[in-house]
């Protein structure tokens, strides 16, 4: 893997990595975390490459006191290859070389594989509490009722993408797919592929990549008082980055839309973009705003998610 500075053609690439590694969250910006990379210590943005394909980055900095890094990506199916110790050890490098004493770095306490990973590379866990409040928020503040998408859940191996709308209110609360209570999308899952629909939600999404499932929603952003697609204000949707997802993820042949309004939004907003041969079946919404179909016909239609 070669490693060197992020450059400007690199963004399209970079945004899809963290997309698919799961670093993306709907209060931060990736587009504006790079311009204001780009502003301070650009050479400390890095990217990890093999030929003309991009597979990782990492995004460090000195504040004259400590180091710090974020954004360390490795693409799923490039991992174990000592490409993320590679990357760690010229971010060391290069701060080394700036006075740099200390590096710190926050990872979430529920992501125990990266906790782990950075143990292993000499890290160790600080008595110290994560303080933080923000000073510039990335969207304007009258967009208070804009809905922002999450990352997907997918790997490598995916070979099936399953397409929501949007995340509704209970689910962009926890930060998760299908947090609502009532909605039967882990019942229905859970009861295809044998694995607990309520238990911990990394190891739902862990079950879905095993078995080349790979989901997301088709809108990027939209504005919606509440949690029903009827309430989604049309003129303000915008999709996802779908040809990027595509390219990243070529084992995917079928696309099957969890209700009506994601196959509609897909085929306004994607459809046209889109020139690679894929299979698309339209599947029971499992919303509970859908609770009149009942739970085994909703069961027995996904069954088709699983057949080759």
Excluded at 78 to 102: I, T
Excluded at 206 to 221: E, F, M, P, Q, T
Aim: hydrophobic share 40%; net charge positive.
């Amino acid at each position: 893997m070669n490693i060197r500075a992020f450059r400007r053609a690199d963004r399209a690439a970079v945004v899809a990595l963290w997309q698919q590694c799961g670093l993306t969250r709907p209060w931060n910006d990736p587009q504006a975390d790079i311009d204001r990379k780009r502003t301070e210590q650009p050479e400390l943005f890095l990217v990890g490459t093999i030929g003309r394909k991009l597979v990782a980055s990492a995004m460090a900095g000195f504040d004259g006191h400590r180091g710090w890094v974020y954004y360390l990506a490795v693409a799923p199916q490039h991992r174990n290859k000592s490409y993320g110790r590679a990357l760690m050890q010229e971010v060391e490098r290069l701060l080394e070389e700036r006075g740099c004493p200390k590096l710190n770095l926050m990872v979430r306490s529920s992501n125990r594989d990266a906790i782990e990973f950075y143990r292993r590379l000499g890290y160790v866990q600080d008595e110290v509490a994560s303080l933080g409040k923000r000073l510039i928020h990335d969207r304007a503040p009258d967009s208070s009722k804009l809905s922002l998408s999450f990352a997907p859940i997918a790997d490598g191996r995916s070979r099936v993408l399953i397409l929501g709308s949007m995340p509704g209110r209970e689910s962009l609360k926890a930060g998760q797919y299908y947090a609502h209570r009532r909605n039967a999308f882990w019942p229905i899952l859970g009861g295809l592929l044998g694995f607990d629909p309520h238990g911990p939600y990394e190891s739902r999404g862990k079950a879905l990549r095993s078995a080349g499932i790979a989901l997301w929603d088709v809108l990027h952003s939209c504005k919606r008082d509440g949690s029903l697609d009827s309430s989604i204000e049309a003129a303000s949707e915008t999709a996802n980055d779908f040809r990027a997802f595509f390219g990243a993820h070529p084992k995917i042949q079928r696309v099957f839309f969890n209700g009506a309004k994601a196959e509609l939004a897909y085929l306004q907003h994607v459809r046209p973009a889109i020139d690679i041969a894929l299979r698309y079946q339209r599947l029971p919404s499992t919303s509970p705003a859908h609770a009149a179909v009942p739970f085994k016909k909703k069961l027995d239609a996904w069954r088709i998610v699983l057949r080759p």
